[in-house]
């Protein structure tokens, strides 16, 4: 299945690595389907502030913000300054996110995780509810790094992923 067809699925794997090209391809349908496309360079990512800065400034994060996982989490996971029909997030050189910080990267897939499911399922809190959502996150970095990052999502226990070469 070609990756712009798995990337407005509802069902998993929700997190996929990208070792080829097309992610060039990829990151130009951002006008198509009302999509959220957000691109998030990993070289920009490489310790937890400059990680926060990245995705604040690029998921346009409102002003209360603040730099810890608890408040990204409630951003990346409310997004409703972003409408959209469907949410993806392109990583760019993705072994370089949090480079050597294996703790907080572990904290940072995690939340990436829950977040696609969370919105892939939809939400009734009372005041938040919203209608089940495709939302993807897809790594990209290039086959010399391949074994690399996939070892890293392995050993904190991530392992439906969708690898595409």
Not at 8 to 32: A, C, N, V, W
Not at 83 to 102: M, P, R, T, W
Not at 113 to 132: H, M, N, Q, S
Request: hydrophobic fraction near 40%; aromatic fraction near 16%; charge should be negative.
């Amino acid at each position: 299945m070609k990756i712009e067809k798995k990337i407005k699925e509802l069902s998993g794997p929700y997190i996929h690595l990208m070792f080829t090209d097309e992610f060039q391809r990829l990151m130009q349908l951002e006008s198509k389907d009302n999509f959220g496309y957000v691109s998030i360079d990993g070289e920009n990512c490489v310790d937890i502030v400059r990680l926060f800065d990245e995705f604040s400034k690029n998921l346009r994060f409102p002003d209360y913000f603040s730099d810890n996982w608890n408040s990204f989490d409630e951003c990346i996971n409310d997004l409703g300054w972003f409408e959209a029909e469907q949410y993806v997030i392109f990583i760019n050189d993705a072994n370089s996110v949090l480079l050597g910080d294996n703790e907080n990267f572990e904290s940072f897939i995690r939340i990436l995780y829950k977040t696609c499911v969370e919105w892939a399922k939809g939400r009734d809190y009372g005041a938040l509810v919203t209608i089940p959502t495709p939302f993807h996150v897809v790594f990209h970095c290039t086959a010399d790094k391949e074994n690399y990052i996939i070892e890293r999502f392995r050993r904190i226990g991530i392992d439906k992923l969708d690898i595409i070469k």
